[in-house]
């Protein structure tokens, strides 16, 4: 039966976004069947019918190149569960409203804004943004506040690259993100009492380290609506809300910007946030995280300091004390 057909594909191909296709292909087979009628469909109907889906997929598959940056060892968090376990508090605020929420959000034309501390604002375009360098695949582990966490295969490369072509001048000092924000368009950001838009920041080292990522796409594909679309930053060794979604306004800035979670609860979120197995939330422990997508007796493990990345970053906050800056 035709239906069956995607599973006679072997399963060495068969990787998480694969068997995530291979449904998506058998439920738009079934959505083509409807529409066509319940008239007997014909070989080359059908051949039709399946045949689109390639062609979706084609565009958008982004063309990428290895990156020594990649973390590797760890099994890959699927693509079903990077899709739909997301925090996007603008489309509501429970892990499965993204996916069915954020369909609305208009990824083109999109433009990112550069403003504050440069040698003169620009507004680049996001196809532009997308050629600018080499698009890498970078593995990296995403760990949450919440004390859950992912393996995810993004794409996209430093941010120390884009920051290049801004020209900041010697008084920017840290770097502001805001979130794209229209009501019309999130109606469901009235589900918190957050101050819109989304803010983040990072101070300037933090955002020329070279683990930075300015992403925009994940398993070789452009970024999903719900994982931030058409571009979001990336930074592997802080907790996952550091990392603004949908970005539309980069701004150079000589002071630490106001950013969205530390100012609702400073006590619960610091500017810096730092993944810290040794400094607690206040309301729950730090010390171990919870993978998502494996069997419950193999989810827990220990959280590692700066998630793993200490080599890498450390030495950015040698000689401050991380309990007071956390
Ligand atoms: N604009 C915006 N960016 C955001 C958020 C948000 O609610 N809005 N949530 C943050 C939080 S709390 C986390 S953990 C990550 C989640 O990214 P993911 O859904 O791709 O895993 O996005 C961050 N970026
Ligand atoms: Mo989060």
């Known amino acids: ?20 296709r291979q449904f998506l292909s058998r439920r738009r087979f079934l959505r083509g069947a409807v529409a066509a009628g319940a008239v007997a469909l014909a070989a080359d109907r059908v051949a039709q019918v399946i045949e689109p889906d390639k062609v ?27 899709t739909h376990y997301n925090n996007f508090y603008e ?12 369909g609305g959000l208009p990824t083109r034309p999109w433009t990112v804004k550069v403003e504050g501390k440069v040698a003169k604002p620009l507004t680049f375009d996001i196809d532009d943004l997308l050629k600018l360098r080499p698009l890498e695949d970078r593995v990296y582990r995403h760990r949450c506040v919440e004390a859950w966490s992912m393996v995810i295969p993004w794409v996209g490369y430093s941010l120390s690259e884009f920051i290049k072509q801004c020209d900041p001048l010697p008084s920017a000092k840290y770097v502001q993100f805001l979130s794209y924000y229209d009501h019309h368009v999130e109606k469901w950001s009235g589900e918190s009492t957050i101050y819109w838009p989304y803010s983040e920041g990072l101070r300037m080292d933090e955002a020329l380290n070279p683990l930075t990522l300015l992403t925009f796409g994940l398993y070789g594909e452009t970024l999903p609506n719900q994982d931030g679309a058409p571009v979001r930053i990336v930074i592997p060794w802080k907790y996952g809300f550091k990392s603004a979604k949908s970005v539309v306004t980069v701004r150079f800035v000589e002071k630490q910007p106001s950013t969205t979670w530390n100012d609702m609860a400073p006590d619960e979120y610091g500017f810096y946030s730092n993944v810290n197995p040794s400094v607690d939330h206040p309301r729950w422990s730090q010390k171990r ?13 220990e959280t590692l300091m700066f998630n793993g990345y200490g080599d890498q970053v450390a030495s950015m906050y040698q000689g401050m004390n991380l309990r007071k800056y956390y």
């Open 91 to 102: 489309f509501g605020v429970d892990k499965g409203d993204p996916a069915k929420n954020a």
């Open 289 to 301: 995280e919870r993978r998502i997508g494996l069997p419950f007796y193999a989810q827990w493990r």
């Open 1 to 20: 039966m035709l239906i069956g057909k995607p599973s006679a594909i072997p399963s060495s191909e068969i990787t998480p976004l694969g068997a995530y």
């Open 56 to 82: 979706a997929f084609a565009e958008t598959r982004l063309q990428t190149v290895s990156s020594p940056l990649t973390t590797t060892g760890e099994q890959l968090t699927s693509f079903a569960d990077i």
